[in-house]
């Protein structure tokens, strides 16, 4: 412990007339250290935005921001004309304008082709009134797993369905 931060000093005696060091006066470490660094760092700041300033391309050209202005201008204009398009109304409706077809139900003893999203139970539910007949409809297709129910199928809905 020899350095001048850590070293002991001896304790306080009443009536000594003072000691040795007065720490006020005492210089710390450091402090000119620090404002080295500061000064170093806005330096290479400085330097380092010079060499960017210099470096620097010009611009963009003229004739590019004209060019890119003039396709601005032709594109407002393809948008406008086409919210007109779609402000006057058509008579004749569009696939995507119509809406859903709404399939007319199977009566018990016809048939139903499986479509995506189908389940044996929504079946049950919507052609026999109860979502537990099921394993009705399954056992009049011969279906062993009724989880597996491909797309196309062409199901029997049993007679006595609903009953």
């Not at 620090?34 to 391309?57: D, E, I, K, N, Q």
């Not at 029997?156 to 609903?162: H, R, V």
Request: proline fraction near 8%.
């Amino acid at each position: 412990m020899g350095d001048r931060l850590t070293e002991t000093y001896p304790p306080y005696e009443a009536g000594d007339e003072a000691y040795e060091w007065d720490y006020n006066e005492r210089q710390r470490p450091g402090g000119k250290i620090l404002w080295g660094r500061v000064v170093v760092l806005a330096v290479g700041l400085f330097l380092a935005f010079l060499l960017g300033r210099t470096t620097a391309p010009e611009g963009i050209p003229a004739s590019r921001v004209s060019a890119l202005q003039d396709d601005i201008g032709e594109l407002q204009q393809e948008n406008e004309e086409l919210q007109a398009v779609l402000a006057e109304p058509t008579n004749e409706p569009t696939d995507a304008a119509t809406p859903a077809e709404e399939e007319e139900p199977v009566e018990p003893g016809e048939s139903y082709v499986v479509e995506k999203g189908d389940t044996l139970r929504g079946i049950a539910e919507t052609y026999c009134g109860d979502a537990s007949f099921d394993d009705l409809i399954a056992e009049a297709n011969d279906i062993d797993d009724p989880t597996n129910l491909p797309v196309g199928t062409e199901l029997t809905i049993p007679a006595d369905c609903g009953e």
